[in-house]
């Protein structure tokens, strides 16, 4: 079955350290990827994309994720965390039919 | 500015009401979707339509119901046969043949 797993609910990092979302997919096919962006009360915003080609893709603010085939996964990543990072974030795969299969979700805190 | 309305962004209802949630888009996007979001479950798909008139059952249809006559709107009705209809409510388009969805602000509704 395709799945979608995010295996942390929650993480906290200190205000300028480094961060790894970790994200890992159950898909048959070539996977369309994304990474989303919820900040509390809002609807999401894409970070990121990945369709083929280079596995390393950055996306806006800073992020970027890599997508290893032999993993299923496609972690999501930035050097240095701010503050307005603090938000729930989503990984998806897009599968058949344009539908798209979202992972439940990680929360970020980030201190001080 | 192009983008996704939904309105309102706070709804309250009484057990046994049906409630019209609006979805409007001014991006030209030819596919519509309706998500669910509950704490902890990620978003869940309710109905989507690829094309004016026509939509699909997603993964959690029972007791919603949708419309699409027109290109721009996809209003989605909880009907009284949800059983448990309090949840947050996603609206999102893509373009035709594409996975990369955007979102609206969604709607929090409370039944009680």
């Known amino acids: 079955a395709q799945s979608v797993t995010q295996p942390d609910i929650h993480i906290t990092v200190s205000e300028g350290a480094s961060l790894e979302l970790r994200c890992n997919y159950s898909?048959?096919?070539?996977?369309?990827l994304f990474w989303y962006v919820q900040s509390p009360g809002q609807g999401l915003q894409l970070l990121l994309k990945?369709?083929?080609?280079?596995?390393l893709v950055q996306g806006i603010k800073g992020f970027e994720a890599e997508f290893k085939r032999s993993q299923s996964s496609f972690n999501l990543r930035k050097p240095s965390v701010h503050w307005s990072d603090a938000a729930e974030y989503f990984c998806?795969?897009?599968?058949?039919?344009?539908?798209?299969?979202f992972g439940a979700g990680t929360r970020l805190f980030v201190k001080a | 500015d192009g983008g996704i309305t939904q309105s309102p962004k706070y709804l309250f209802r009484k057990e046994g009401q049906n409630v019209t949630l609006s979805c409007e888009q001014n991006?030209?996007?030819?596919?519509m979707y309706w998500y669910r979001q509950d704490p902890g479950q990620g978003l869940r798909l309710i109905y989507y339509?690829?094309?004016?008139?026509?939509?699909q059952k997603g993964d959690i249809a029972e007791g919603y119901s949708v419309s699409r006559e027109k290109k721009e709107s996809f209003p989605l009705t909880v009907t009284s046969a949800q059983k448990n209809p309090t949840a947050f409510y996603l609206c999102?388009?893509?373009?035709?043949?594409?996975?990369?969805?955007?979102f609206g602000p969604g709607t929090r509704l409370t039944v009680t």
């Open positions: 998806a795969v897009g599968t058949g039919g344009f539908k798209t299969i």
């Open positions: 339509s690829q094309i004016v008139n026509d939509f």
């Open positions: 991006l030209n996007h030819d596919a």
């Open positions: 898909y048959g096919a070539t996977p369309y």
């Open positions: 990945y369709f083929s080609g280079d596995t």
């Open positions: 999102a388009s893509s373009m035709a043949d594409s996975y990369e969805q955007y």
